[in-house]
């Protein structure tokens, strides 16, 4: 048995709504870290009062990052972001490496930091609250930051229960949200909001948004290309439940799961964002796999499908 991992009183819960998952735009045949493109992506999400923003998430290609282009990415986004709260993904799933990384986003975040996202690394519900809890000593207790746990197996290559993932909760009280990505996502997101008031939250781009705002969802945790989509169906969803919701985001479904397709999916919704203007490149750092140009004749069709709502 771990032991009881230590409290902080002054960990809020996320708070409701649309928090934005940023990409990471590159320039050039380095893939240098493109901070202008970093901004303007900012402030799409800030133009729609946007809950708060995800800096690198697993489409914001953390994984590929080193620490200093970590720091110069979560720092440009904090300075641009004015007072909306982010959460900082983190890559690892050791110990060692994902405290490492957890510095490197709290020193960078400051102010900002509304918490740090964490994978996760086991199935084994006390492994995982103690790999949680060596990297919740890293955020100091008077920041109000906890930890978002997230549960997204087509990354982190682990299947936990919402049984599990409840007893994690249990374990460690600094857990401020959970973020749901194991399809089917209504499914567990409806068994976790039925027993904990930790906030939960869906992901995957928001294809299966309505059906977790109905099985109980905080809001949505993803990127996508016309986040605006999303915050008119949260904003339905909260003035007319599932039905005003669903007439809402049906406009927009095409694009979602067009934009959602596995593997190419983060190429897709870079070059959407590059038409849209908002980044000025969409180049993906290899080894993920650039847009086939058969979906790329694809794209115009699909904006000209949404600009009348846009």
Not at 132 to 138: D, G, H, K, P, S
Not at 161 to 173: E, K, M
Request: charged share 15%; aromatic share 4%; with cysteine.
């Amino acid at each position: 048995m771990i032991a009881s991992p230590v409290t902080k009183s002054t960990v809020s819960p996320l708070a409701r709504g649309l928090w934005g998952v940023l990409a990471t735009p590159f320039r050039g045949s380095d893939f240098a870290v493109d901070t202008e493109s970093l901004r303007s992506e900012v402030r799409l999400y800030t133009g729609l009062n946007a809950t708060g923003m995800v800096v690198l998430g697993v489409f914001g290609e953390g994984v590929t990052l080193d620490t200093a282009e970590q720091t110069l990415i979560v720092t440009t986004v904090a300075e641009e972001a004015g007072d909306t709260p982010l959460v900082v993904g983190l890559s690892a799933r050791s110990t060692a490496v994902a405290v490492e990384q957890a510095r490197t986003a709290v020193a960078a975040a400051g102010s900002n930091l509304g918490a740090l996202m964490v994978q996760a690394n086991s199935a084994n519900p006390e492994l995982l609250a103690a790999h949680l809890t060596a990297i919740n000593e890293v955020i100091p207790a008077d920041t109000g930051a906890g930890i978002v746990l997230q549960d997204y197996p087509v990354a982190s290559g682990v299947k936990i229960s919402a049984t599990q993932i409840l007893s994690v909760l249990q374990l460690c009280p600094f857990i401020s949200a959970v973020k749901s990505e194991a399809p089917p996502t209504a499914v567990p997101i409806a068994a976790l909001t039925a027993a904990t008031t930790v906030p939960v939250f869906g992901g995957l781009g928001g294809v299966g948004l309505l059906d977790e705002l109905a099985a109980g969802a905080a809001g949505a945790m993803t990127g996508f290309s016309h986040p605006e989509g999303l915050q008119a169906a949260l904003t339905a969803f909260n003035d007319g439940g599932f039905p005003a919701a669903r007439t809402a985001f049906a406009p927009w479904l095409p694009l979602a799961n067009f934009e959602g397709q596995p593997g190419i999916g983060l190429a897709l919704r870079k070059e959407i964002l590059r038409r849209r203007g908002i980044i000025a490149d969409a180049a993906v750092r290899p080894p993920s796999p650039s847009l086939p140009p058969a979906l790329a004749d694809m794209i115009d069709a699909h904006l000209d499908a949404v600009k009348e709502i846009a």
